[in-house]
């Protein structure tokens, strides 16, 4: 079993609409949880960056995180066509340098 | 957030020749750099975390001596193909670690003909 999970889509969504994308995970130590978007032939963007559960909100993005379930979100409201991009999930525990990567998800608004 | 460069940003070369990328840190001081690779829709391979000042830490199946790193301070990571073959032409990023996050530089992208 991988240690994160994530559906590699692809997804298309008209313009407007409400994206859920999500991760699950199998390690119950990872307390740091990140939403990374990447453009073709571009370096991954931090989008959002939490720490244990809750959520938070930046803008038309929130990011879920429900560590009973191991289950990890991010909703993008009002997606417009800019929007379309892979998005990656990535999670780390406390201590060292070890980052856990999904696949990432690819994204397609459509105008 | 954090803002990290590289050089060049795209290259060409021809087979045999060794390639270097320059990853930089300009706004922070990087302890903690990671060289990834990636394939055309595919997701990040980490190759490699370079520490400040000692030998970096090569993933399973990366060959240490035909990428060779280096991270001579705080601000400047390098990683080196050596001997470049066709199948060496990926998307090469690299990232600084802040704090429990990583910021990621724009990525090379190296095409060995």
């Known amino acids: 079993q991988k240690e994160v999970e994530q559906d590699p889509g692809p997804l298309s969504v008209p313009e407007g609409a409400i994206v859920s994308l999500n991760c699950t995970y199998s390690?119950?130590?990872?307390?740091?949880f990140m939403w990374y978007r990447q453009y073709s032939r571009k370096g991954p963007e931090l989008l959002m960056y939490?720490?244990?559960?809750g959520n938070k909100e930046d803008g038309r993005f929130t990011a879920q995180v429900d560590k009973s379930s191991k289950y990890i979100s991010l909703f993008i409201r009002d997606s417009q066509p800019s929007d379309s991009a892979t998005y990656l999930c990535?999670?780390?525990?406390?201590?060292?340098?070890?980052?856990?990567f999904g696949t990432g998800t690819s994204l397609t608004v459509i105008p | 957030g954090a803002v990290v460069s590289q050089h060049p940003s795209r290259v060409i070369c021809k087979s045999g020749t060794s390639v270097k990328i320059e990853c930089r840190s300009l706004?922070?001081?990087?302890?903690?750099m990671f060289w990834y690779r990636q394939f055309p829709k595919q997701s990040l391979m980490l190759m490699a975390t370079?520490?400040?000042?000692?030998?970096?830490?090569?993933e399973q199946g990366v060959e240490k001596d035909k990428f060779l790193i280096n991270h001579a301070s705080l601000t400047l990571s390098t990683l080196t193909v050596t001997s470049a073959h066709p199948e060496d032409s990926s998307f090469y990023i690299c990232?600084?670690?802040?704090?429990?996050?990583?910021?990621f530089g724009p990525g090379t992208r190296l095409l060995v003909l």
């Open positions: 370079s520490n400040e000042g000692s030998k970096a830490t090569y």
């Open positions: 706004d922070f001081q990087a302890t903690t």
């Open positions: 939490t720490y244990s559960s």
């Open positions: 390690n119950s130590a990872f307390q740091y």
């Open positions: 990232s600084e670690k802040v704090r429990e996050t990583q910021y």
């Open positions: 990535a999670m780390s525990i406390f201590t060292g340098n070890q980052f856990y």
